[in-house]
């Protein structure tokens, strides 16, 4: 198994982190299966401020490509992109287009 952490930002806004959150109390079931079928174990995302990271457990079939050629063809994974991008902002640094930004592992206590 695999790890992985991702960072994207949500607007600065009181009112729509709150109402973020809300929305990830009740995910469709279609954007939770497409989660599972895509390789994904776990995920969880915490939040600091307007900073989301995200941290997933992958198996050996996962592949961030496959996963969003798959989402791509998924009108119900579609809808709850645009939805959420009602939330959420690029990270200062991110390039045109780029959501959830792949973090660096910069240090390991094993």
């Known amino acids: 198994m695999k790890r992985y ?7 600065d806004d009181p009112n729509l982190i709150l109402e973020y959150e809300a929305w990830h109390k009740k ?4 954007v939770t299966f497409s989660i599972i079928s895509s390789g994904i174990k776990n995920m969880e995302i915490y939040r600091t401020g307007n900073r989301l ?43 045109e287009g780029d959501k959830w930004i792949l973090m660096d592992k910069i240090f390991d206590l094993k």
């Not at 952490?5 to 607007?11: H, I, N, T, V």
């Not at 995910?27 to 279609?30: D, E, S």
Request: proline share 7%; with cysteine.
């Open 5 to 11: 952490c991702l960072a994207l930002d949500l607007k």
């Open 27 to 30: 995910v469709p079931p279609a």
């Open 53 to 95: 990271l995200m941290i997933i457990e992958v198996n050996d079939n996962f592949s961030f490509d496959k996963k969003s050629r798959a989402d791509a063809e998924n009108a119900k994974v579609q809808d709850w992109e645009t939805l959420m991008w009602n939330f959420q902002q690029p990270l200062p640094f991110a390039k």
